[in-house]
Structure formats: C-alpha cells, structure tokens
C-alpha cells in the first residue's frame, strides 16, 4: 500500500484532450443558449401529443393569462417600431407626450417581448400588426385554466382579420399513452 | 494551486539556455480547467432544447357557408363542468363526462367519449363535428379536444360559438 502511494507523487495525466472536449462542449453551448425572455405571466401551457414546432420569426404572439388577461408580442423589432408609430404614437401624442418622451417610450417598446392588451383593442392591434408584416404568423399562447371565452375572443379577433390558420402553444404530453 | 512550475530553479542561468528552458514548460492548467468544466456545467443544465410545440388549426372564414346535412353533423357541446353533451343531428344528447374520474392529471378524455367518437367516425365518414365550447369552459378542454380528433386521423371537425340555444338545448333533455 505504501509503494503505490509513493509511486503517484510525481504523478502527472496529460489533461489536453479532455480540456479541448471541454472548451469545445463550452462554446457549443455558449453559442447555442438563447436566454428565455422575461415573461409578464407564468403561463402553464396545456399538454399535447403534437410535435410540430412553434417557427421563431415573424411570429405574432397573443397571450392570455391563468387570470384572463391579455398580453401581445411580436417577433421582430422593426415590425414592432411600426405597430408603435400607427397604434400607440397618435394616442401618447394626444395625450400631450412630447417628442423626447414618445421617443423614449418607442425604445422601450423596440425592446419588449410583450407588452399587455386591453381586451377591446387587441382587434386594433392585431390588424395593424398584420399590416406592419403580412407574413406574421398567428399563435396562441394561452394558460391550460385560462377561460375559454378569453381563448375565444382572441379566435375570433383572428378570425376577424382574416387570419385562419392559427397555431396553439403546447407542451408534449408526459403521460405515456 | 496557480503557480507556474515550469523549471524556476533555473532563472537566471547563462543565457544560451533560455530556449531549452521551454522544453519542458508545463503550466498548470488545473484552475482554467476548473473554471470551464463550472462554465460548461452551467450551460449544459441551463440549456433547455424543448422549442414549444404548437398545434395548427385551420377555422372557417366569418362569412360563407358549407352546407351539410343534419344526419352527418355531430355536435359537442362542452359545458363548464367539463362535460360533453354529444348529439347526432337534433336528436336527444348523450352526456358523458370529458375526463375519466380516476385520472386526476386530466392527460387524455374519458374512454366513452374516445370510443364513442371512434364508433361514430367509422359508422359515417361524412361525419362532421362540430365543436361548441362554453364560455365557462377552460381553454384546457379545447385543447384536448383537438389533440384527441388528432390522434384519431379525424379532420373533418370545426368549432362554432356556443350559444344561449345550446343551454336550452342541453335544458330541454335533461
């Protein structure tokens, strides 16, 4: 038992190859994570068997809370910038913004994921983000105990402007079946 | 720990040996070592792959028609309690419950309405169903719904608004 011991003090392992892997693994995953953005609510999303996958541009988003409340957001920040200039600028302007304000508050608008909606202006807001871009794709986003006349609203918003093909954001089911 | 254990005991030696003393440099690289592996660590737990499924559906447009006769129309009509009241044509509905009692996670509807929906689907493939959700409803029991006829290869469903007739329609054979 001694000799061993004594044999591993000048005991060196050529630890190259393995820092290499690890650098490696280290940048992949540095490259490759995308820090989920901040969300307004926490949303449970309900559980499907489907496998499709939610694009990740050019996606408009509405959301509705466990409480029924609603919440919007857009994919790309230039898409943004022109739902802000036609639903949001004339109503800061007439509520006596000025310009430095409004534009600050553009900035802020430029950088948020999502911002909340009143019930009766997400039809305004839904027809001006599709004409900001008109290859936005429609989804849903819903908690699984949201009402579903909240959930129905938003169809029939989407239905209103002529957006008929929808996606739903679900989760794979756990449950072996 | 952070020391360089190249040959030190040699500094400041004749100069002809300075690049010789490179030859057996080794740096410990232990403290790198360690911050990476933690780095990696970090990265490879915090990373989650899941991107969101997401299920497509199509609806009707708000304005024309499709006429379809009354024998071929299967309406559910889901009420708040989370049962569905299914009925061929304007005939006298069937109340089952949407969910199984003795499955709490509410994973998959109740074994009656699968095999009921199967049944009916088989018997007519013209069958069209009609899906109407009670406001009361949660959004939970559309979802499994459509996830269901999914599963089943069904197409041929839509969903309409479920009206104060729909209510009394439930009333009237109850």
Do not use: W
């Not at chain 1, 802020?108 to 839904?126: G, I, N, Y």
């Not at chain 2, 044509?89 to 969910?99: A, M, Q, T, V």
């Amino acid at each position: 038992m001694a000799r061993i011991k004594a044999k591993r003090v000048g005991f060196r392992l050529d630890m190259t190859p393995m820092v290499d892997v690890a650098f490696l693994l280290l940048t992949f995953f540095m490259l490759t994570t995308k820090f989920r953005p901040p969300e307004p609510v926490v949303i449970d999303l309900p559980s499907s068997h489907s496998e499709q996958k939610l694009p990740e541009s050019a996606v408009l988003t509405v959301m509705v809370s466990e409480t029924d409340a609603l919440f919007m957001g857009i994919s790309s920040q230039s898409s943004r910038e022109v739902l802000f200039n036609a639903a949001i600028r004339p109503k800061l302007e007439a509520a006596g913004y000025t310009e430095p304000a409004v534009r600050d508050s553009l900035a802020h608008f430029r950088l948020a994921e999502t911002f909340p909606v009143e019930r009766e202006e997400l039809s305004r807001f839904v027809t001006m983000a599709r004409y900001a871009d008109h290859g936005l794709r429609p989804v849903v986003r819903a908690d699984a105990n949201a009402g579903f006349e909240a959930v129905n609203h938003v169809i029939s918003v989407y239905k209103n402007a002529n957006l008929l093909t929808f996606n739903l954001v679900t989760v794979m089911e756990k449950g072996a079946r | 720990m952070g020391m360089v254990d190249g040959p030190g005991e040699r500094r400041g030696t004749k100069k002809k040996q300075r690049r010789r003393r490179r030859i057996g440099f080794s740096l410990d690289m232990t403290p790198m070592v360690d911050v990476a592996f933690l780095l990696l660590t970090f990265f490879m737990l915090t990373t989650t792959f899941s991107k969101s499924n997401t299920m497509e559906i199509n609806i009707p447009p708000a304005t024309g028609e499709v006429r379809v006769a009354g024998s071929n129309v299967m309406t559910l009509r889901i009420t708040d309690n989370a049962v569905a009241y299914c009925s061929l044509g304007d005939e006298r509905p069937l109340r089952i419950p949407l969910y199984d009692a003795h499955d709490p996670r509410k994973f998959s509807l109740s074994n009656d309405l699968r095999s009921l929906l199967r049944r009916e689907t088989t018997a007519n493939s013209k069958l069209v169903i009609v899906v109407k959700i009670s406001d009361r409803a949660r959004y939970r029991n559309l979802v499994d719904i459509i996830d269901e006829l999914n599963l089943m290869k069904i197409d041929r469903f839509s969903l309409d608004d479920y009206t104060p007739e729909d209510d009394l329609f439930i009333k009237k054979f109850a």
